[in-house]
């Protein structure tokens, strides 16, 4: 290789990696776009499904939404606490690839529910309120326009309100709090009710331990964060294996206080995986109380690093760039998280938000501490309590939702209830970038554990393996400012070589173990020089 051409690429990896991270030398802060100014309802808990669909849902007791459902149908509820009878719908389906949707039916309350999806690709959606409080739905994907809600009344053992699910490496889906609960149960149902005295010690005049945290650690066990504590447990034997240092400040970060959480990418590329949990944001102790009296206090501006696969771990605290509560963080595909939606004053519920953060920060892994947060471009809409966001396949990140009222509310408040559909694109998807942007051209859909698989990219001015990595997303199910069930693996990469001019065969292992990727659909994407390909749906089995 000449030396122009080695001077050529150190320029452009330089160029990459230090002004792609939120656009500090070229003024790129990523991009928003409506995708729709209403789609009926308020997203307040969303899905990506394995098709390119994304389900979005809110709650039956809202009164009339503004979409009708289709071919006259109507819900009968003589429960419902808002409209016995109701023509309008409470779900939407939403078609990525076509900026469309259609009105799906749900029969019983969602209201603050939760969910995940099984290996096959199905929805399992659990719980709410009033008569959904025991009730599963399940959405399985299809080819044509007639899939539906499909509900099973009285399936849950208890009332789920705020609790929290995560699938597992047996691909079955652990059911775990909610509001008065403080016990966990399994889908399938089949070994029964299982007592969790951490959640009763938790619980506080304002509860603050609802939709507690949970992450599935590469050795199988979940890690549960609650108010200030986490614990890790082994619910096979219904067993606390260890209970973690408390995050410092002694401020809660769960609902409602409402911070948010990740589970940090997983990398096979080390000697050993390392999983390291992420907790943002929240408020303090005294704030939904300080709220119901009428004064708004600021959110927290902390956020919390444990790395749990240390013997004695500790948390490493840092500062966020603005307090943030009822913010959401998910994973981008580049490994970094975005912060998103929120407010600086205030809690979770309803009218107890004020001064909405308009504008995401994007935190980066690969930067320095106290340097890793970086300001994106604000969006023109509020997103308080009851907005939501997720990953996509293409890299953008869908935000809905916002309703901070007890009903629809449209006019005489101060943050209208929110009907608009919009997409934040981070700054890896500006067209500076293009020159080492890879795109996929072949892979194959099903993925083995630990089996070597290859896949082929085109990309116009490839750098190295130096600055190349293959990451598998799982899609979350995104309510209340947590993502449950998301999490990244980034594969093991055994070789590559060049095949055609800008074109490249990978050589690239499946994960090692269904305790570090469970069984079911993920986005995968190839990531050069911190630019993302748009992500292809693999099955990992």
């Known amino acids: 290789m000449s030396i122009n051409m080695i001077t050529f690429l150190l320029i452009l990896v330089s160029i990459v990696t ?37 389900i979005m849902f809110d709650r039956t007791d809202f009164g009339h939404s503004n979409i009708s459902l289709p071919y006259g149908r109507c819900r009968h509820d003589p429960h419902d606490s808002a409209l016995e009878t109701d023509c309008t719908a409470h779900s939407v389906l939403y078609d990525i690839d076509t900026n469309t949707f259609r009105a799906l039916m749900v029969q019983t309350d969602t209201w603050c529910s939760s969910g995940a999806v099984l290996p096959n690709g199905t929805l399992i959606q659990i719980g709410g309120f009033n008569d959904g409080d025991r009730v599963v739905r399940s959405f399985t994907p299809c080819v044509s326009e007639n899939c539906d809600w499909v509900e099973f009344p009285r399936y849950l053992i208890e009332r789920r309100w705020y ?40 619980n506080d005049e304002s509860e603050n331990n609802l939709y507690p ?41 769960n609902y409602p206080s409402t911070g948010s959480s990740v589970l940090l990418p997983l990398d096979e590329n080390l000697p050993n995986v390392v999983a390291e949990i992420m907790v943002c944001g929240g408020a303090p102790r005294d704030g ?41 963080m998910l994973l981008l595909p580049t490994g970094d998280v975005i912060i998103i939606n929120g407010a600086r004053l205030g809690t979770a519920g309803w009218e107890n938000g004020h001064d909405p953060i308009r504008a995401p920060v ?91 698989f290859t896949l082929m ?33 980034v594969l093991k990469l055994i070789g590559v070589e060049h095949v055609a001019p800008h074109t490249l065969k990978v050589t690239v292992r499946g994960p090692s173990t269904a305790e570090i990727a469970p069984q079911g659909y993920y986005m995968l994407f190839v990531v050069h020089a911190e630019i993302p390909s748009s992500g292809v749906w693999v099955k990992v089995q």
């Not at 009296?293 to 501006?301: C, K, N, T, V």
């Not at 899609?475 to 693996?489: C, E, G, I, K, Y």
Request: with cysteine; glycine share 8%.
């Open 18 to 54: 230090n002004t792609l991270v939120f656009g500090q030398n070229t003024g790129i802060q990523g991009e928003w776009h409506v995708l729709h100014s209403s789609i009926g309802i308020s997203a307040m808990h969303m899905q990506v499904l394995h098709n390119n669909k994304l």
């Open 163 to 202: 609790a929290s699910n995560q699938i597992l490496p047996n691909g079955r889906i652990i059911v775990v709090g909610g509001r008065r609960q403080f016990n966990y149960e399994f889908y399938p149902q089949n070994q029964g009710l299982f007592r969790l005295d951490f959640l009763a010690e938790t």
């Open 213 to 253: 945290y949970l992450h599935l650690l590469p050795d199988g066990n979940l890690f549960i964060f609650a108010n200030t504590r986490s614990i890790l447990l082994d619910y096979n034997n219904n067993r606390v294996v260890k209970e973690y240092p408390r995050i410092p400040g002694n401020d809660p970060r």
């Open 288 to 328: 939904f109380r300080r709220v119901a009296h009428g004064s708004f206090g600021q959110a927290l501006s902390t956020c919390g690093r444990l790395n749990v696969s240390d013997e004695n771990p500790n948390w490493v605290m840092e500062e966020m760039p603005i307090a943030r509560v009822m913010g959401d």
């Open 362 to 452: 994007i935190y980066s892994l690969s930067r320095p501490q106290n340097g890793r947060f970086s300001f994106m471009a604000a969006s023109q809409t509020p997103r308080l309590y009851h907005s939501a966001a997720v990953l996509i396949p293409d890299g953008r990140v869908i935000v809905g939702g916002s309703n901070p009222h007890e009903y629809y509310n449209f006019t005489g408040v101060e943050f209208p209830t929110e009907l608009s559909l919009e997409a934040f694109s981070p700054p890896y998807l500006a067209e500076e970038y293009a020159v080492v942007r890879p795109r996929i051209l072949s892979l194959h859909e099903n993925i083995g554990y630990s089996e070597f």
């Open 457 to 489: 990219f085109s990309v116009p001015q490839y750098l190295s393996s130096e600055v190349l990595t293959v990451r598998i997303v799982a899609p979350s199910f995104t309510t209340h400012s947590f993502s449950m069930n998301q999490r990244m693996v």
